[in-house]
């Protein structure tokens, strides 16, 4: 029994903390789950995969997929626009924004549609 007990509290303290897309930028260089809803999804010519949260106006953190990954995925944009989505990772800074890398849809939830 008492070891069970100590697997729980270490299963319970390992568990991931959640924020928001706007908060993420408090949680540099942590391992964290961001949810929030995505507004767009992009591919640039270099085939990197961009999830933007947020809004056309603030759009403070975005989830990348590099091209060598993204047939892991499928249709990012049917799975993920203008839905309400979590992405787990490191959280980075990338620029003036903040940014999880995925590498596996399991790092990747669509919550609500």
């Given at each position: 029994?008492?070891?069970?007990?100590?697997?729980?509290?270490?299963?319970?303290?390992?568990?991931?903390?959640?924020?928001?897309?706007d908060?993420?930028?408090?949680?540099?260089?942590?391992?964290?789950?961001?949810?929030?809803?995505?507004?767009?999804?992009?591919?640039?010519?270099?085939?990197?995969?961009?999830?933007?949260?947020?809004?056309k106006?603030?759009?403070?953190?975005?989830?990348?997929?590099?091209?060598?990954?993204?047939?892991?995925?499928?249709?990012?944009?049917?799975?993920?626009?203008?839905?309400?989505?979590?992405?787990?990772?490191w959280?980075?800074?990338?620029?003036?924004?903040?940014?999880?890398?995925?590498?596996?849809?399991?790092?990747?939830?669509?919550?609500?549609?």
């Open positions: 029994m008492k070891s069970i007990v100590i697997l729980f509290i270490l299963i319970s303290s390992c568990a991931l903390a959640q924020t928001t897309p908060s993420a930028k408090y949680h540099l260089d942590e391992m964290e789950t961001v949810c929030g809803h995505v507004y767009a999804v992009h591919v640039n010519d270099k085939g990197v995969s961009s999830i933007f949260f947020g809004d106006n603030n759009n403070p953190f975005n989830a990348a997929i590099f091209a060598i990954d993204i047939r892991k995925f499928g249709d990012l944009e049917k799975q993920c626009l203008d839905k309400k989505v979590c992405v787990t990772g959280i980075k800074k990338s620029g003036s924004k903040t940014q999880v890398i995925i590498t596996e849809p399991s790092q990747l939830h669509v919550v609500a549609e």
